[in-house]
């Protein structure tokens, strides 16, 4: 039987899937700009680092509000979104306590994701979400390591 804390890690990771999964997939990418595969060729950047130094410009010109609010949200909200899916993976599944173990599931479920964003519409492939996006499951990682090595073990 499981304990309560563990029933508790298991409750508090299914609200974070679904208001994560609200968050990568509620609204649509943009209108059609022809046809479906054109769409999908617009919303796909496999260019490292291409648009992070486009919203490291914008946050250093600070010429339009706007794009600097964006920017902030877009760098900042693809670390933070996936911090917990880093706590959450080693909490809940043991084998995921390597890091050796963890990351290439983290970047698997990443990618995953942003493949279904792309081809749903619902958001763009981008090679530099997949960077932050695995930037913040790897804090996430830290934080549960430093968590674990405080309270003496990895039990969730």
Not at 57 to 72: F, G, K
Not at 79 to 98: D, E, T
Not at 119 to 135: A, E, K, P, Q, W
Request: aromatic share 16%; glycine share 6%.
């Amino acid at each position: 039987m499981k304990s309560k804390k563990s029933r508790l890690m298991q409750g508090a990771f299914a609200l974070y899937s679904m208001a994560a999964f609200c968050l990568l997939f509620s609204r649509p990418t943009s209108a059609l700009l022809g046809t479906y595969w054109e769409t999908l060729r617009y919303n796909l950047n496999v260019i490292p680092l291409f648009t992070i130094r486009i919203y490291l410009h914008i946050l250093n010109r600070r010429s339009n509000p706007y794009l600097v609010r964006h920017a902030y949200v877009n760098l900042l909200g693809n670390v933070l979104l996936f911090v917990p899916l880093g706590f959450f993976l080693p909490a809940l599944f043991p084998r995921q306590r390597s890091f050796r173990r963890f990351f290439p599931w983290l970047c698997l479920i990443i990618l995953l994701i942003e493949v279904l964003q792309l081809f749903t519409l619902r958001g763009s492939c981008d090679i530099d979400d997949f960077l932050l996006n695995c930037v913040g499951g790897c804090m996430g990682y830290g934080i549960r390591t430093i968590f674990s090595i405080k309270k003496g073990s990895w039990e969730a």
